[in-house]
């Protein structure tokens, strides 16, 4: 067993095996493209923005302006759980036809303020570019009345329209190739590490003397056939 390994060791360990190294790094960088390319389905996301106000409540109460602004953030974070309802989410499935269910719908929906502001920003991520494009375009269209419906004292306007995505945002082929080829290396440097740590073999003089601690009193050239 190597004892007293230093920073040296480790890296002369690694310059000797380096073939190894980069065999296993083409190994796993392929097979993490390959299988990405065939086996990861591509994603796709479209997004949209609402803007919520409640100017009259605002009116009626005679709120300042950061009181107003406080108001239409707490009614913004009402209004976005008034979107993932089933019931909304039912009626939005019904203009695609039923293609998708309401839990389907909503486990592909994501709607968040805008850093904490009155603006709404609504994500929709699928497999199909059209679809969550018309699912999107289906929630923004239902919004006002559903939500002024419910929430009376305030409004909604569509501030951004969605759009059909042309190419997927997953999965990023080179990041996970990238990763591939990390691992291919950090598993080659551990197996390395791992051989030398416990092969017993004496390879040179100054290694002996190492180990031991002991004087070398001569050596055995190799022998070379002519």
């Known amino acids: 067993m190597t004892d007293n390994l230093n920073v040296i060791d480790v890296l002369n360990m690694m310059i000797r095996k380096w073939w190894l190294i980069v065999i296993t790094m083409i190994i796993f960088g392929s097979a993490t493209y390959i299988y990405t390319d065939l086996f990861v389905e591509p994603l796709y996301k479209t997004d949209g923005t609402l803007y ?12 300042t302006s950061v009181g107003r602004l406080d108001s239409n953030y707490r009614l913004a974070s009402t209004y976005i759980e008034i979107l993932k ?24 929906l994501d709607i968040e303020s805008v850093n904490e502001t009155e603006l709404l920003e609504i994500t929709v991520t699928g497999e199909n570019p059209q679809d969550i494009c018309s699912i999107l375009d289906s929630i923004l269209n239902r919004a006002e009345d559903q939500l002024l419906a419910i929430v009376r004292g305030g409004s909604v306007e569509i501030v951004d329209r969605p759009y059909v995505p042309t190419a997927p945002f997953s ?26 740590l416990f092969d017993t073999h004496i390879k040179t003089a100054d290694e002996l003397r190492r180990r031991y601690d002991e004087p070398v009193l001569g050596e055995i050239p190799s022998l070379s056939a002519e």
Not at 52 to 63: G, P
Not at 85 to 108: C, P, Q, W
């Open 85 to 108: 309802r089933r019931t909304f989410l039912t009626e939005v499935a019904r203009d695609l036809n039923n293609k998708y269910s309401y839990s389907e719908i909503s486990k592909m």
């Open 52 to 63: 919520v106000n409640c100017d009259t409540e605002a009116s009626q109460l005679d709120v």
């Open 171 to 196: 999965p990023n082929k080179s990041r996970n190739t990238m990763i591939g080829l990390i691992v291919g290396a950090v598993l080659a440097a551990g197996v390395i590490f791992l051989m030398n």
